[in-house]
């Protein structure tokens, strides 16, 4: 019975061995390398790409600030006379204005009185001075043979001089109110839109005192902060860009730069010219850019930086059409390219695109090369 079990111990050992050795040459031949060499095969490309050298291009520098918008200039709309009541408002904010349109009117009633008393005293100043010099002309007349006294015939001059002295100012009174009679239609100075209005209807207003408040002409510009390093480089005809807090872009010309920086923040201001209408208003913050004068700049498509880690890479393309990652440093952008400040030559073959699905030391396949006229034609 013993020798019976060993024997069948023997059986099974042996059966396990062999399953053991079969499993082992199954494995062997599907892990097997091909012979063909298609799969890992050094040479064979792993993708196939589209390559680009840098192009240089002309492009203007840019320096990014912020700052309000305001009026360009701003026109106060106050009364030229006091102590009378605002009887018409005309306008209301946001109205646009021309030059010399009525904007409120007084009321007048004062005035229109006061005017017809200096228009009686001015005939009455007038009634005089034709007397005193009827007076003395028929005293002239008389006195051809020396028939009156010398005091007698100064008498005369000096009354018709006095007449015509009151006359005058009774003239002059006339004009004064007149001039009052006018003063009591607000017009505006100059052609603008209405941004704030203080008046009220009804109101005994004072001499000077704010009814309205015009944006001249309607032109609104935007005051961008620099410091004294970046103004350095601002000229008056500059181009800005700037973006609204509702998101529209908006192009201005820079007017001029203040000649003096702030005491308190070291900084000075632009002043640049905004076109209308398109959502600018004065009180509004934004950000945006002015274009300094143009500089070569060494530009690749955008497509072919890859962003990994918070860095910017391009792969370029060796000799034997392998990809290598290099580490770049980017600036300007300007349409689909961005600017390569360092980390690439001139001379480089870069993937154009999908440089994110390559790895180091990659094969592949080139399909296309730039040529010299686009070259010639990319940097015009």
Do not use: C
């Amino acid at each position: 019975m013993k020798h019976k079990l060993n024997i069948h111990r023997k059986q099974v050992i042996a059966i396990t061995i062999t399953v053991a050795v079969l499993l082992a040459l199954l494995a062997w031949k599907v892990l097997k390398p091909d012979d063909s060499g298609t799969a890992t095969e050094p040479g064979v490309s792993a993708l196939t790409v589209n390559v680009v050298t840098a192009e240089t291009q002309s492009w203007p520098q840019q320096l990014q600030a912020s700052g309000a918008l305001t009026a360009w200039q701003e026109i106060i709309v106050s009364p030229e006379t006091g102590g009378l009541r605002i009887a018409k408002l005309l306008v209301d904010v946001g109205d646009s204005v021309r030059r010399g349109q009525v904007l409120a009117e007084l009321a007048d009633d004062t005035l229109r009185a006061e005017l017809r008393k200096q228009e009686a005293l001015q005939a009455q100043a007038g009634a005089s001075l034709a007397q005193a010099s009827t007076n003395r002309q028929r005293a002239q007349s008389v006195d051809v043979a020396g028939a009156l006294a010398p005091q007698k015939m100064d008498e005369y001059v000096a009354n018709e001089a006095t007449a015509s002295a009151s006359f005058a100012s009774a003239k002059a009174d006339v004009e004064s109110a007149r001039l009052k009679l006018a003063h009591t239609r607000i017009v505006a100075a100059d052609d603008g839109v209405v941004s704030s209005k203080s008046a009220i209807l009804g109101n005994v207003v004072n001499t000077g005192a704010e009814l309205f408040r015009l944006v001249r002409q309607g032109r609104v510009e935007w005051r961008a902060e620099l410091d004294s390093r970046q103004l350095a480089g601002v000229r008056a005809g500059q181009t800005a860009r700037l973006v609204l807090p509702g998101g529209t872009n908006v192009e201005g010309k820079v007017r001029l730069i203040s000649p003096t920086l702030s005491t308190a923040t070291g900084r000075g201001i632009v002043y640049v010219s905004l076109p209308s209408g398109q959502g600018v208003q004065p009180g509004l913050f934004a950000s945006g850019t002015i274009e300094l004068d143009a500089m070569p700049a060494l530009t690749l498509p955008q497509s072919a930086v890859v962003l990994r880690d918070g860095r910017s890479y391009v792969y370029a393309v060796d000799s034997v059409n392998k990809a290598a990652s290099r580490l770049v440093t980017t600036a300007r952008r300007q349409g689909d390219r961005v600017e390569i400040l360092s980390g690439l030559d001139g001379t480089a073959r870069v993937v154009a695109s999908g440089g994110a699905f390559l790895s180091e030391g990659a094969p592949v396949t080139v399909t296309s090369a730039p040529t010299a006229a686009v070259q010639k034609a990319g940097a015009k």
